[in-house]
């Protein structure tokens, strides 16, 4: 069997469980509850990128405020901006709030307060896509993450486009040579529907339970296409400065 090209992470101790990093060119879906750490690992995965690896990377934000974002994300010491100057990380501002979009849809006249426009009429998960091929052919980007695509949900105005949305989304990031990292919100929007877990090539859930026997915060690789990978269910911990860490793969039987 030939080897196939992988994509480390840099996350301690995720890529052991992965059996050497992500496959590359594949488009992994990071899916869990509100506060579980879906926008600190997929930020991880392209800030390490361009930090270790010499890998250029586009973010895009759909649901939070950029600032605040880069802001959050300096506790863990992702220096975003300063990347940005160097030219090795490309923030997509595409935040809106649902309140604003359901306007933008109901009247089809209010104007987005984003850095770029969503035109009446136009696809904009493909426009979104466009953007980040454009984007990630200007600094040679290798690594994408999509924070998150409940909010791109309010974008497809027919729900049975969904699926096919985004396997064409799919297919053009993977065309362009792009290893992605999409978060979904565990509770809302098009996965609830179920349909991503099938389109993506790899899912990991985040959890985290406050009482009974799995009290605390894990993380399972739940798929990963083209790889053998961990099948047990990891604790992780969010350390300061630092990021993500499974933390529990020092006990045997705990990798793969
Ligand atoms: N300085 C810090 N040290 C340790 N943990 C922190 C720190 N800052 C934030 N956290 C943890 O990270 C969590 C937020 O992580 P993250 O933003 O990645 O979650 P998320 O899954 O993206 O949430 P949401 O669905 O709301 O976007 C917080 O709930 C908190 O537990
Ligand atoms: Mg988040």
Known sequence: MTEIERCPSGIPGLDKLLNGGFPRGRTILVSGNCG??????????VYNGAAKYGEPGIIVILEQDPNEFKKDMGVFNFD??????????????????????????????AVPKSSFSLLPGED??????????????????????????????????DKTKVRKTLLNM???????????????????GVSTQGIEEFIMDGVITLHYETTGADIGRHMVIG????TAHSENIHTIRFVKGKGIEITDLDEPGMGI
């Open 223 to 226: 798929k990963m296409r083209s």
């Open 170 to 188: 799919n297919y053009r990031l993977k065309k362009a040579g792009l290893t992605t990292i999409i978060v979904a919100d565990a509770t809302r």
């Open 124 to 157: 904009k998960l493909d426009k979104i896509t466009d953007i980040i091929i454009k984007a990630a052919e200007k600094i040679g980007a290798k690594r994408v993450s999509i924070d998150s695509i409940a909010a791109l949900d309010f974008m497809l105005e």
């Open 80 to 109: 975003i901006q300063e990347f940005e100057k160097e030219g090795k990380l490309i923030v997509v501002n595409a935040s809106l709030s649902s309140i604003e979009l359901q306007d933008f849809f109901n009247t089809r006249e």
């Open 36 to 45: 579980t750490g879906k926008t600190i690992l997929a930020t991880q995965f």
